[in-house]
């Protein structure tokens, strides 16, 4: 007879197979080393099991959605800081972008404006031009 599966072995120590089922496996028992080795590691566990569950332990949760009002409380704030800081370098971005096309602007109406002038004053020395 071939090894049965592992489910198979499983269900044998559970007692959840049928009395011709469980005929053969112990016949497969009695000849095959493998087999009882498996059998006898599963009922050590289910003994594990069976001294845990009346020690009344409680199970820990891993996984715990819940989160307290302090953290919430925290989780909220620096959701809010970040979009504060977030939206300030968004607009301060292009609140220099626009300000520099601005600028480059008023420069070129100057100089298309003034470029006699600017290019007469390029070969004086420096001085302090009053605009006024």
């Not at 099991?49 to 959605?65: H, K, Q, R, S």
């Amino acid at each position: 007879m071939r090894c049965p599966s592992h489910e198979n072995l499983s269900a044998y120590v559970d007692r959840e197979l049928t009395l011709s089922e469980m005929q053969k496996i112990e016949t497969h028992l009695q000849d095959c080393l493998t087999c009882r080795i498996e059998v006898a590691r599963l009922e050590k566990l289910i003994r594990k099991f069976n001294v845990l569950a009346e020690t009344d332990l409680p199970i820990p949760n891993m996984y715990n959605p819940t989160i307290s009002r302090k953290n919430y409380r925290w989780a909220a704030a620096a959701v809010v800081v970040l979009l504060v800081a977030g939206s300030a370098v968004f607009f301060g971005l292009r609140y220099n972008q626009s300000s520099v096309a601005e600028m480059e602007e008023e420069l070129q109406y100057f100089y298309n404006n003034h470029k006699d002038y600017v290019r007469s004053q390029s070969t004086a020395p420096i001085t302090l031009v009053s605009w006024e």
